[in-house]
């Protein structure tokens, strides 16, 4: 079409300008691609045996999904492997076109841990995202090709999260693995059902924004779109999403289109839904909460000679409570980390879990000093999972390159700083092994190594031999399926193994193992929020758990001596893994080309689109984006056409986005309005930009840089000439735009007592020097501003302090402004950190303005008010009110020795909410009404915004 084909020309041209600067990946760097019949598999050396697995099997799993929801594959699909990501995940887009990018490693123990080969089913999952947003009617699909793949009436108009999430995670477990097939995905619907706090559809449709948020998207979602599945038929849901990829403004909402298809009002399905969730019998009392604990995101419970330790995501803090129950705080974390372990003698504290490199998470294994309260100096990368083996010196942990994974032991002993400890491979696992996955390795005794294999939900207890290498499969009873969190406790001189486990129709429950008599015990009847991570005490008869209740954790303390079941159990020779080095890879590897991203950079999406110009005229032009499958490179073109006289606004842009830094660059040819009427110029500009963030710690802790060279031309008093392009460039201009920020803010997930909770504290600092260099007067005019941000741990109090020096820009109350008596004065380039008063716009302070000043804004909060829960009939779902007053002042320096000073009282009502209308169900919506009294001039004044986030 002539659309798409003057786009591709003017794109080449383009790209033939920036290719050199661009980052793109060329031959010498080896990206590799295999082309089947529907897709293009995109993938750096070390990838190269995942992308053979999944070339395999690509074209198969699409065949399969589009039979299921009764459509074909339209276009070919990117798919980029990324082995450098060391935690399994991956996404689908349709911006700027359809691709997928998966993360080439094992998953971690938890939810998408439940497949036998996890690359292939995480690409299963997006590949249903891939299909079922691309149903179109005809007529949308003609749409489409114009515009770009990004247009989708089913994403747009009808399905929140939870339907699009639920069509791939109950297909992906349509062959008994997948998270519908888990007892520990299925845990939160029946927990919710047993406290009588099921959600309803819109609560999760994806509008809840705090905890467990977008989770129950995904479980809720997947578990009724596979109720419906199984009631109705595939062929019937294959329809609902055919009916879905048209638009009609009567019936495109969700509600609508399910009628149309079911002919049953969704609330009455759902009712239906519910009603099919069984509960297991509980016991009536609950173990009590562990003395001097509170709820949280638990996770990652261990226990120690001294006491027990655990993470809680929700407070962003590992908190340690000894045999005396006192409770202290360890260090700052967060949700990425998966594992505590504890030395023998309690002195040190291993850490497993996943670090911010540049862009890039990363296993990091890190050793914590119990006694000095501080991490040592000790390098372990890309070991997972980890504990130490008998003693303080020898660890035990899973080490990974993309889909091989190792099981390893090592000594801490002799070890130097930034080299690889020396490694003993015990076993290995990945494609073509016995075991796909191997987690949770602990200490057993007797030179023994005890973990869980694990071929997606069909697990199995280990024991390995070090000195032999001799592997021995626990007989564990068939009804325990499933185990988890293995855990080693020294009790009385000898290992005792603890983990979870589930049985037909229950909630997790604990198991107690010693393998020096083979006596296990086992957990008889269940409680309310199940046994998770169990551990038990050292010197008391208390197994320390946590349990997960419905929007909340705790750490529970179940006495030992409650109904339990005793019995022995044996070990019998496993099955051993061959030798991977000396066998070939289980799939035949295909030819594979030079990957060229030229091709992709051709495609993208294009929308009309109208700019509003600084005159508040409108000037029609479109908005032409692209970039390539690995979303390393992005392009965006936006001209605007001018008639009178004739002129092309033009703003191009391209980034690329490295590992530890994102490059900018872009261009802007402009006709704008200066402050006298009727005063027109040309603006060309353009911008090169480098910035950085590194995660210090948890990713909530950070620092970040960023630096913007614009060099700047001016064609001022247009209309002494025909064209804007006929105008000569009088004078220039060079900025350099240097910002240095650093941010420590942690926010809480689970809501508080609505009066003066604390749901977010901390530090944030940030710096910016603005030096323009004026070409004519050879002079340079700088500006420098600061803030400084306190959000107090105690009481809801936000206290912002900032202050401005300029030399050719004076601040007033509400913006900043040019005094350079050159064209260049037409346009600051700067954002203010100041405080704005505009309650002050009908006073003499009005005018005032100074090259210096300062501001102050101390806010707090009294009321923060979850409602979390829909509205009656329209699609609304209300998220929470929030009442906040302060007091906000502004000193100007206007010179001689004379000072402005403007300080106001304010109050502030924020009601937030969500429309539970296709694409919006996970934005938030948020009306602010602000009241301020001036306190030196003045009336006091009312003001109305609105904003927008994502909600999870």
């Given at each position: 079409?002539?659309?798409?084909?003057?786009?591709?020309?003017?794109?080449?041209?383009?790209?033939?300008?920036?290719?050199?600067?661009?980052?793109?990946?060329?031959?010498?760097?080896?990206?590799?691609?295999?082309?089947?019949?529907?897709?293009?598999?995109?993938?750096?050396?070390?990838?190269?045996?995942?992308?053979?697995?999944?070339?395999?099997?690509?074209?198969?799993?699409?065949?399969?999904?589009?039979?299921?929801?009764?459509?074909?594959?339209?276009?070919?699909?990117?798919?980029?492997?990324?082995?450098?990501?060391?935690?399994?995940?991956?996404?689908?887009?349709?911006?700027?076109?359809?691709?997928?990018?998966?993360?080439?490693?094992?998953?971690?123990?938890?939810?998408?841990?439940?497949?036998r080969?996890?690359?292939?089913?995480v690409?299963?999952?997006?590949l249903?995202?891939?299909?079922?947003?691309?149903?179109?009617?005809?007529?949308?699909?003609?749409?489409?090709?114009?515009?770009?793949?990004?247009?989708?009436?089913?994403?747009?108009?009808?399905?929140?999260?939870?339907?699009?999430?639920?069509?791939?995670?109950?297909l992906?477990?349509?062959t008994?693995?997948?998270?519908?097939?888990?007892?520990?995905?299925?845990?939160?619907?029946?927990?919710?059902?047993?406290?009588?706090?099921?959600?309803?559809?819109?609560?999760?449709?994806?509008?809840?924004?705090?905890?467990?948020?977008?989770?129950?998207?995904?479980?809720?979602?997947?578990?009724?779109?596979?109720?419906l599945?199984?009631?109705?038929?595939?062929?019937?849901?294959?329809?609902?999403?055919?009916?879905?990829?048209?638009?009609?403004?009567?019936?495109?909402?969700?509600?609508?289109?399910?009628?149309?298809?079911?002919?049953?009002?969704?609330?009455?399905?759902?009712?239906?839904?519910?009603?099919?969730?069984?509960?297991?019998?509980?016991?009536?009392?609950?173990?009590?909460?562990?003395?001097?604990?509170?709820?949280?995101?638990?996770?990652?419970?261990?226990?120690?000679?001294d006491?027990?330790?655990?993470?809680?995501?929700?407070?962003?803090?590992?908190?340690?409570?000894?045999?005396?129950?006192?409770?202290?705080?360890?260090?700052d974390?967060d949700?990425?980390?998966?594992?505590?372990?504890?030395?023998?003698?309690?002195?040190?504290?291993?850490?497993?879990?996943?670090?911010?490199?540049?862009?890039?998470?990363?296993?990091?294994?890190?050793?914590?000093?119990?006694?000095?309260?501080?991490?040592?100096?000790?390098?372990?990368?890309?070991?997972?999972?980890?504990?130490?083996?008998?003693?303080?010196?020898?660890?035990?942990?899973?080490?990974?390159?993309?889909?091989r994974?190792?099981?390893v032991?090592?000594?801490?002993?002799?070890?130097k700083?930034?080299?690889?400890?020396?490694?003993?491979?015990?076993?290995?696992?990945?494609?073509?092994?016995?075991?796909?996955?191997?987690?949770?390795?602990?200490?057993?005794?007797?030179?023994?190594?005890?973990?869980?294999?694990?071929?997606?939900?069909?697990?199995?207890?280990?024991?390995?031999?070090?000195?032999?290498?001799?592997?021995?499969?626990?007989?564990?009873?068939?009804?325990?399926?499933?185990?988890?969190?293995?855990?080693?406790?020294?009790?009385?001189?000898?290992?005792?193994?603890?983990?979870?486990?589930?049985?037909?129709?229950?909630?997790?429950?604990?198991?107690?193992?010693?393998?020096d008599?083979?006596?296990?015990?086992?957990?008889?009847?269940?409680?309310?929020?199940?046994?998770f991570?169990?551990?038990p005490?050292i010197?008391?008869?208390?197994?320390?758990?946590?349990?997960?209740?419905?929007?909340?954790?705790?750490?529970?303390?179940?006495?030992?001596?409650?109904?339990f079941?005793?019995?022995?159990?044996?070990?019998?020779?496993?099955?051993?893994?061959?030798?991977?080095?000396?066998?070939?890879?289980?799939?035949?590897i295909?030819?594979?080309?030079?990957?060229?991203?030229l091709?992709?950079?051709?495609?993208?999406?294009?929308?009309?689109?109208?700019?509003?110009?600084?005159?508040?005229?409108?000037?029609?032009?479109?908005?032409?984006?692209?970039?390539?499958?690995?979303?390393?490179?992005?392009?965006?073109?936006?001209?605007?056409?001018?008639?009178?006289?004739?002129?092309i606004d033009?703003?191009?842009?391209?980034?690329?986005?490295?590992?530890?830094?994102?490059?900018?660059?872009?261009?802007?040819?402009?006709?704008?309005?200066?402050?006298?009427?009727?005063?027109?110029?040309?603006?060309?500009?353009?911008?090169?930009?480098?910035?950085?963030?590194?995660?210090?710690?948890?990713?909530?802790?950070?620092?970040?840089?960023?630096?913007?060279f614009?060099?700047?031309?001016?064609?001022?008093?247009?209309?002494?000439?025909?064209?804007p392009?006929?105008?000569?460039?009088?004078?220039?201009?060079?900025?350099?735009?240097?910002?240095?920020?650093?941010?420590?803010?942690?926010?809480?997930?689970?809501?508080?007592?609505?009066?003066?909770?604390?749901?977010?504290?901390?530090?944030?600092?940030?710096?910016?020097?603005?030096?323009?260099?004026?070409?004519?007067?050879?002079?340079?005019f700088?500006?420098v501003?600061?803030l400084?941000?306190?959000?107090?741990?105690?009481?809801?109090?936000?206290?912002?302090?900032?202050?401005?020096?300029?030399?050719?820009?004076?601040?007033?109350?509400?913006?900043?402004?040019?005094?350079?008596?050159?064209p260049?004065?037409?346009?600051?380039?700067?954002?203010?950190?100041?405080?704005?008063?505009?309650?002050?716009?009908?006073?003499?302070?009005?005018?005032?303005?100074?090259?210096s000043?300062?501001?102050i804004?101390?806010?707090?909060?009294?009321?923060?008010?979850?409602?979390?829960?829909?509205?009656?009939?329209?699609?609304?779902?209300?998220?929470?009110?929030?009442?906040?007053?302060?007091?906000?002042?502004?000193?100007?320096?206007?010179?001689?020795?004379?000072?402005?000073?403007?300080?106001?009282?304010?109050?502030?009502?924020?009601?937030?909410g969500?429309?539970?209308?296709?694409a919006?169900?996970?934005?938030?919506?948020?009306?602010?009404?602000?009241?301020?009294?001036?306190?030196?001039?003045?009336?006091?004044?009312?003001?109305?915004?609105?904003?927008?986030?994502?909600g999870?």
């Amino acid at each position: 079409m002539v659309r798409r084909y003057c786009m591709q020309s003017f794109v080449c041209i383009i790209l033939l300008f920036f290719l050199p600067v661009s980052g793109i990946p060329q031959a010498r760097d080896k990206t590799l691609q295999i082309s089947t019949a529907y897709f293009d598999i995109i993938y750096p050396p070390l990838s190269a045996e995942s992308a053979s697995l999944l070339a395999e099997h690509a074209d198969g799993m699409a065949d399969e999904v589009c039979a299921l929801l009764g459509t074909t594959m339209t276009g070919r699909l990117p798919v980029y492997l990324e082995p450098a990501m060391e935690d399994l995940n991956a996404y689908f887009s349709p911006y700027p076109y359809n691709h997928i990018v998966l993360y080439d490693t094992i998953a971690a123990d938890g939810s998408i841990s439940v497949f036998r080969d996890g690359l292939l089913m995480v690409f299963y999952h997006e590949l249903v995202h891939a299909v079922s947003m691309n149903i179109r009617t005809p007529f949308w699909q003609f749409v489409s090709a114009l515009f770009g793949d990004v247009v989708s009436p089913a994403t747009a108009f009808t399905m929140p999260l939870s339907f699009l999430e639920g069509a791939t995670v109950s297909l992906e477990s349509n062959t008994g693995e997948g998270r519908m097939n888990d007892p520990l995905s299925l845990h939160y619907l029946v927990q919710d059902k047993l406290e009588n706090k099921f959600l309803s559809w819109k609560k999760s449709s994806g509008a809840l924004d705090v905890f467990p948020a977008a989770k129950s998207a995904y479980l809720y979602g997947g578990a009724f779109s596979r109720w419906l599945q199984q009631t109705y038929g595939m062929d019937a849901y294959a329809e609902f999403w055919r009916n879905s990829g048209g638009f009609n403004p009567f019936r495109s909402h969700l509600e609508g289109r399910f009628r149309q298809t079911y002919q049953i009002s969704l609330a009455e399905a759902w009712q239906h839904f519910a009603d099919s969730i069984t509960v297991p019998p509980v016991n009536p009392s609950t173990p009590p909460r562990a003395a001097g604990t509170r709820d949280g995101v638990i996770s990652a419970l261990a226990s120690g000679p001294d006491g027990i330790v655990w993470l809680d995501a929700n407070a962003h803090t590992v908190w340690f409570r000894s045999v005396s129950g006192k409770v202290v705080s360890l260090f700052d974390a967060d949700s990425n980390l998966d594992r505590l372990s504890f030395s023998p003698d309690g002195r040190y504290l291993l850490v497993s879990g996943t670090v911010l490199d540049g862009s890039v998470q990363v296993q990091r294994l890190r050793v914590f000093d119990m006694s000095n309260r501080r991490f040592l100096n000790e390098f372990y990368p890309s070991v997972r999972d980890a504990s130490f083996a008998g003693s303080s010196d020898l660890i035990v942990g899973i080490e990974t390159v993309a889909q091989r994974s190792a099981l390893v032991l090592f000594s801490r002993t002799g070890q130097k700083r930034n080299e690889q400890p020396e490694k003993i491979i015990l076993a290995r696992s990945g494609p073509g092994e016995v075991s796909y996955a191997l987690y949770n390795p602990v200490w057993a005794g007797s030179g023994r190594i005890a973990y869980i294999a694990a071929n997606g939900l069909d697990r199995s207890l280990m024991m390995l031999d070090i000195e032999t290498l001799s592997v021995f499969t626990v007989d564990l009873p068939h009804s325990m399926s499933v185990i988890r969190y293995l855990q080693s406790t020294i009790l009385d001189g000898t290992p005792v193994l603890s983990f979870s486990w589930a049985g037909p129709d229950s909630f997790y429950r604990y198991a107690l193992y010693r393998p020096d008599t083979g006596m296990l015990v086992c957990q008889e009847t269940d409680y309310s929020g199940a046994v998770f991570n169990p551990v038990p005490g050292i010197g008391e008869p208390v197994l320390y758990y946590k349990a997960a209740f419905s929007g909340r954790d705790s750490v529970r303390a179940l006495d030992l001596s409650d109904s339990f079941s005793t019995q022995s159990v044996f070990i019998r020779p496993a099955a051993k893994n061959p030798d991977s080095s000396s066998k070939p890879f289980p799939v035949r590897i295909p030819d594979a080309s030079l990957y060229n991203p030229l091709p992709w950079l051709l495609s993208g999406t294009f929308f009309p689109w109208a700019s509003i110009q600084s005159d508040e005229s409108l000037a029609p032009g479109f908005v032409y984006s692209t970039g390539d499958p690995a979303d390393k490179i992005a392009l965006t073109l936006e001209p605007s056409f001018i008639a009178d006289p004739f002129f092309i606004d033009t703003r191009f842009s391209v980034q690329w986005m490295h590992r530890y830094f994102t490059f900018t660059g872009s261009l802007s040819d402009s006709v704008l309005s200066g402050f006298e009427p009727g005063f027109r110029y040309r603006s060309t500009r353009t911008s090169l930009g480098v910035s950085l963030s590194a995660a210090l710690g948890p990713v909530w802790k950070s620092l970040a840089f960023s630096q913007v060279f614009s060099p700047r031309w001016i064609a001022a008093d247009l209309d002494r000439y025909d064209s804007p392009y006929q105008a000569p460039y009088e004078t220039s201009s060079v900025s350099s735009d240097t910002t240095v920020s650093f941010s420590a803010r942690k926010s809480s997930r689970i809501p508080q007592f609505p009066v003066f909770p604390v749901t977010t504290t901390g530090f944030f600092s940030q710096a910016n020097a603005y030096l323009l260099l004026a070409v004519p007067e050879k002079k340079v005019f700088p500006a420098v501003q600061g803030l400084i941000r306190f959000q107090t741990p105690f009481i809801p109090l936000d206290l912002r302090l900032s202050g401005a020096v300029a030399d050719g820009l004076v601040f007033g109350i509400t913006g900043a402004y040019p005094t350079l008596p050159t064209p260049l004065t037409l346009d600051a380039g700067i954002r203010r950190y100041l405080p704005s008063l505009p309650e002050y716009a009908h006073t003499s302070f009005a005018h005032a303005t100074a090259s210096s000043a300062a501001g102050i804004v101390a806010e707090i909060v009294p009321l923060t008010l979850e409602i979390q829960k829909e509205l009656p009939v329209v699609p609304l779902y209300s998220n929470r009110i929030v009442l906040a007053g302060g007091y906000r002042a502004l000193l100007l320096d206007t010179g001689s020795s004379r000072y402005s000073y403007a300080d106001s009282l304010y109050v502030r009502g924020n009601v937030e909410g969500t429309l539970v209308y296709g694409a919006l169900s996970t934005v938030v919506l948020s009306g602010s009404f602000t009241y301020a009294w001036p306190l030196r001039e003045g009336k006091g004044d009312y003001f109305i915004s609105l904003g927008t986030s994502i909600g999870f």
